[in-house]
């Protein structure tokens, strides 16, 4: 039998420690052990993006990660977009252009197209469709989606 | 439906060392990025419940570059080809592919030698692997050994792998003179879909004929494939007068396709020649 490992890292900009299973999928991890439930699961085989990420930056599907491989990293979830000033601009863009019908997959939106700015602050049609092409959404045909993006992208820049 | 958490076990050895040690020992399958374990795990599929973390592994990280290859660690993820200049210098196809597999989430996690141990016939990367005549460096507690990828895979999900080897690091050498890439993979959509088929050729051209040609094919095998048949039909010849249609009755005998939630043999029996054909095309072009 495998024992809980006490795991350490950083979540959301706050120092985290917590005892699990090495095998603990991190999205169960957030959503179960943590709270953070803004976090979602849809396929759980790593194509529709719900349950996206930042693991040291760097955009990952929550539901294909085991809690040991967080050990030490750096991790933010849509729980930590938004500041004590306010939404994310991508956030903000999306409630702005309506982005969003059902929600279920605006988190792990939200998630790649802040990453995406914050690689590629200007990005054109093609950039934006190529961050988000590994996020699913069922609603929106994804045409107020990318406008959300753009326009995120334009009040930063 | 995941397995009894408590009953499965994930350790990380802190060396390379430890790591062939444990594997030796059976302590464990090795486990990567997870990008396609996980998916097995999460299904309630995964018959395994011990592993070896060698993610952090640094024996089995970065590019290194000499005059005559790239030596790629088994740990590179897509994401970090597609980073590397010379990865876009030298190997278009490996740059396609990567860019191919997946989608972001994925090549931020996936490894080149995860893509190549998970033996899955229809893996974006190999085909151009064998197409660029890549070799594999294996490491076990008796030692080390270099075998031409070509040679790697002998079935569905067969390869000459021992129990305690691990792939450490792939070479593929750099094409040299005048070459032609050629990469496609038909999938339903561009990003997440799993290859129906894929196609990668390599040609070096000298004195306007084929000097060197190698094919590779993915999801018409049990494995990742080199087109030998269809190769042997082009080495040689004029790009001005290719015997295209000898080459594409060659091809047939290089696939074994089959009916699958993918597609059907026939569609990827007619499609991987109609790609054959549009690479000899581009191909006859750079003789102009």
Known sequence: MAERITLTFTLNGKPQTLAVHPMTRLLDMLREDLGLTGTKEGCGEGECGACAVLLDGRVVNSCLIPALQVEGCDLVTIEGLATASGLHPVQAALLAHNGAQCGFCSPGMAISAADLLRRCPNPNHGDVKDALSGNLCRCTGYTKIVEAVQAAARSEA | ?288
């Open chain 2, 1 to 288: 439906m995941r397995g009894f958490l408590p009953a499965m076990e994930l350790q990380r050895p802190a060396s390379l060392s430890e790591a062939l040690q444990m594997l030796a020992a059976h302590t464990g399958r090795p486990f990567a990025g997870g990008t396609d374990l996980m998916v097995v795990y999460n299904a309630g599929k995964l018959r395994e419940t011990r592993f070896l973390d060698i993610a952090r592994l640094p024996e089995l990280q970065g590019i290194r570059e000499t005059p005559e290859y790239l030596d790629l660690g088994a740990l590179c993820t897509f994401t970090e080809l597609l980073a590397h200049p010379a990865i876009h210098r030298h190997f278009p196809n490996l740059v396609k592919s990567a860019k191919a597999t997946g989608a972001l989430a994925i090549q931020n996690r996936g490894t080149l030698g995860g893509n190549i141990a998970n033996a899955s016939p229809a893996a974006d990367t190999p085909p151009c692997l064998l197409a660029y005549g890549a070799e594999l460096e294996l490491v076990s507690p008796r030692g080390t050994r270099v075998v031409p990828y070509e040679l790697f895979h002998q079935g569905y999900k067969v390869m000459d792998l021992a129990a305690d080897e691990l792939v450490t690091r792939i070479r593929v050498p750099k094409p040299s003179g005048t070459s032609v890439h050629y990469f496609r993979k038909v999938g339903t959509r561009q990003a997440q879909a799993i290859a129906k088929l894929s196609l990668a050729l390599v040609a070096q051209v000298a004195d306007g004929c084929v000097a060197n040609l190698r094919i590779g094919l993915g999801a018409v095998a049990p494995a990742p494939v080199r087109a030998c048949h269809a190769e042997a039909v082009l080495q040689g010849q004029p790009l001005a007068n290719l015997p295209v249609a000898v080459a594409l009755e060659a091809l047939l005998a290089d696939m074994s396709p089959i009916d699958d939630i993918r597609s059907t043999a026939h569609y990827r029996s007619i499609v991987t020649r109609n790609l054959l054909a549009q690479a000899l095309r581009t191909l006859s072009a750079t003789g102009n």
